[in-house]
């Protein structure tokens, strides 16, 4: 769900980037039919997914949204925690964040007959009301939860996450801040070891 954070941590290697985009999409033996530099941007999508997951700073942001929003805790987190690199982009990157989401888009619209079908059902949405600019918002990130709370399959309190986030906005933002250093040269390392393979 954070696909802002996916993207960024692509650098600008459009292959990685489709690849990390898609990685929640393609399930078991599906990944074969992509070439081999899609399957290393699957690959880091799943290698960030890992060490966020057990990262003791997203831990805590976890933990803390647990109370009320249960198994989407994690979901929520990633889409805070793109929030918060929306409201951060400066401390992270020297491109103008417009004109970094319009290269992703045209990096997912000139491939977009390789997605998956799920990836192509998301993609004109996330165009047409720009959803990672629109993170940096409150009412960007209102919109989003709204829409996912209409299909998730169990009773949740989604739709209210943006109440939650405004409630511990500083600890949230604290633990993003300590986080995301230490995932970009995790990312660093890790984007070395798979490009250096193709």
Known sequence: MNYLAHLFLSGENEYLMVGNFIADHIKGNKISKYSIEVKKGIELHRNIDYFTDHHPEFV?????????QHKYAGVVADIFYDHLLAVHWKKFSNLDL???????????????TILPSKSKRIVPFLIMQNWLVNYRTFDGLNRSFELMSRRVKYSSKIQHSVADLKKDYADY????????????????DKTNDLTGEI
Do not use: A
């Open 173 to 188: 933002s604290q633990e993003f801040l300590k986080f995301f250093p230490d995932m970009i040269e995790f990312v660093k």
């Open 60 to 68: 805590k942001t976890r933990e803390r949204l647990h109370q009320n």
């Open 98 to 112: 417009n004109n970094f989401v319009s290269f992703c888009y045209g990096v997912l619209l000139r491939n977009y």
